[in-house]
């Protein structure tokens, strides 16, 4: 059943919550994603090639695939109890024995917000598209100490996929409305304005490569940047940017 369905959308965050907050995974989600983050970019693959993950290059697809199985494995490794990883393409990634209500799908991302694949917005069949989701967006490992940007949890109903219109298209997205609203921010990494580079200030919410650049600018024009309420000096940085940006940014 949709927890949403006959809701408006600004009753949708507090329902998020209540189900996040009701889920016995919660307390260990960012433990779970962070940890497994950190030991596929430490491990290696074999003696033989003897490279550490992070030292690769590997694509952003390739990072994301390993980082998605990666998951269910530290949980059933782990013995988080209830849990276990899912075994089949009709289970989800990580199944809740006691309870497949709580089982949940895991997305992952190097972009901005993230991606299915096309058949996500045609059909609810075989494996569940509506339920839990935990999802991860993270930095390239082609850059320097890559981290993960911020990990997410909510409840997608398959209806809020949307597959791209090209016949063609191969992916599914969903609205900016189910991704501020559906899904609640259990971690967020904190950027230091002072020493981030163009590409990390892209990361931030509202700042677009223009406006990265012009952050870089007025730092080397004007020195360190003394709070956050000096990017109002910054032109094109608006206040709701501003006021978004206090807890995402360290000076």
Same mark, same amino acid.
């Given at each position: 059943?949709?927890?949403?369905?006959?809701?408006?959308? !600004?009753?949708? #965050?507090?329902?998020?919550?209540?189900?996040?907050?009701? $889920?016995? +995974?919660? &307390?260990?989600? =960012? *433990?779970?994603?962070?940890?497994?983050?950190?030991?596929?970019?430490?491990?290696?693959?074999?003696?033989?090639?003897?490279?550490?993950?992070? !030292?690769?290059? #590997?694509?952003?697809?390739?990072?994301?695939?390993?980082? $998605?199985? +990666?998951? &269910?494995?530290? =949980? *059933?490794?782990?013995?988080?109890?209830?849990?276990?990883?899912?075994?089949?393409?009709?289970?989800?990634?990580?199944?809740?024995?006691?309870? !497949?209500?709580?089982?949940?799908?895991?997305?992952?991302?190097?972009?901005?917000?993230?991606?299915?694949?096309?058949?996500?917005?045609?059909?609810?069949?075989?494996?569940?598209?509506?339920?839990?989701?935990?999802?991860?967006?993270?930095?390239?490992?082609?850059?320097?100490?890559?981290?993960?940007?911020?990990?997410?949890?909510?409840?997608?109903?398959?209806?809020?996929?949307?597959?791209?219109?090209?016949?063609?298209?191969?992916?599914?997205?969903?609205?900016?409305?189910?991704?501020?609203?559906?899904?609640?921010?259990?971690?967020?990494?904190?950027?230091?304005?002072?020493?981030?580079?163009?590409?990390?200030?892209?990361?931030?919410?509202?700042?677009?490569?223009?406006?990265?650049?012009?952050?870089?600018?007025?730092?080397?024009?004007?020195?360190?940047?003394?709070?956050?309420?000096?990017?109002?000096?910054?032109?094109?940085?608006?206040?709701?940017?501003?006021?978004?940006?206090?807890?995402?940014?360290?000076?």
């Amino acid at each position: 059943m949709n927890p949403y369905e006959g809701k408006s959308v !600004d009753t949708w #965050l507090s329902i998020t919550q209540k189900l996040v907050d009701e $889920h016995p +995974l919660k &307390p260990f989600v =960012v *433990e779970i994603c962070l940890n497994s983050w950190k030991s596929m970019l430490e491990g290696k693959f074999n003696d033989r090639l003897n490279r550490r993950v992070k !030292d690769m290059s #590997l694509t952003p697809q390739a990072t994301g695939a390993l980082l $998605h199985d +990666l998951i &269910p494995e530290y =949980v *059933e490794a782990n013995e988080i109890k209830g849990f276990r990883k899912g075994r089949s393409n009709n289970e989800k990634d990580i199944v809740c024995i006691f309870n !497949d209500g709580l089982s949940i799908e895991i997305k992952t991302s190097s972009q901005s917000k993230i991606y299915g694949n096309r058949s996500y917005a045609v059909s609810d069949t075989g494996k569940g598209k509506s339920g839990y989701y935990i999802t991860i967006n993270f930095e390239r490992t082609d850059k320097k100490n890559p981290e993960i940007l911020f990990i997410k949890m909510g409840w997608l109903d398959h209806t809020d996929w949307h597959g791209q219109k090209s016949q063609t298209g191969q992916q599914a997205s969903i609205s900016k409305d189910v991704w501020e609203n559906k899904l609640i921010t259990l971690h967020k990494l904190q950027i230091d304005i002072n020493t981030a580079d163009y590409e990390r200030l892209q990361t931030l919410e509202g700042i677009g490569p223009t406006t990265a650049q012009k952050i870089i600018d007025h730092r080397e024009a004007n020195g360190k940047y003394e709070s956050v309420d000096d990017l109002f000096d910054v032109k094109g940085v608006r206040e709701k940017t501003v006021k978004y940006l206090q807890d995402a940014i360290i000076i």
